[in-house]
Nanobody, 122 residues
Framework: QVQLVESGGGLVQAGGSLRLSCAVS????????VGWFRQAPGKEREFVAA????????YYADSAKGRFTASRDNAKNTVYLQMNNLKPEDTAVYCC???????????????WGQGTQVTVSS
């Protein structure tokens, strides 16, 4: 019903910035929220940020507060994650995910993208 494709990952130096994009297709008008997650080698998947599709309300993990900003452009069916002041510990595969339901806000999702690699060098 919903497909998500991430882009924008790459290699940056510590202190640099990247903007990730998540293109959402399918039942976009029924989407409640889109979340961002990351997973580093040998570590569990970690919640990063979330944004509601209709109202643009956001929620951030402590590790992202003050550095990352989620936004969306509904006309383009795209969600963004602006990442500033990147640190080596931000290195991970970043995935976006969506849900049709608000009951699990901000942590629970049902459709997942394939991920984009972010590498931060020291």
């Amino acid at each position: 019903q919903v497909q998500l494709v991430e882009s924008g990952g790459g290699l940056v130096q510590a202190g640099g910035s990247l903007r990730l994009s998540c293109a959402v297709s399918g039942r976009t008008f029924s989407t409640y929220a889109v979340g961002w997650f990351r997973q580093a080698p040998g570590k569990e998947r970690e919640f990063v940020a979330a944004i509601t599709w209709r109202g643009g309300s956001t929620y951030y993990a402590d590790s992202a507060k003050g550095r990352f900003t989620a936004s969306r452009d509904n006309a383009k069916n795209t969600v963004y994650l602006q990442m500033n002041n990147l640190k080596p510990e931000d290195t991970a595969v970043y995935c976006c995910a969506s849900t049709l339901y608000g009951s699990g806000w901000p942590y629970e999702y049902h459709y997942w993208g394939q991920g984009t690699q972010v590498t931060v060098s020291s």
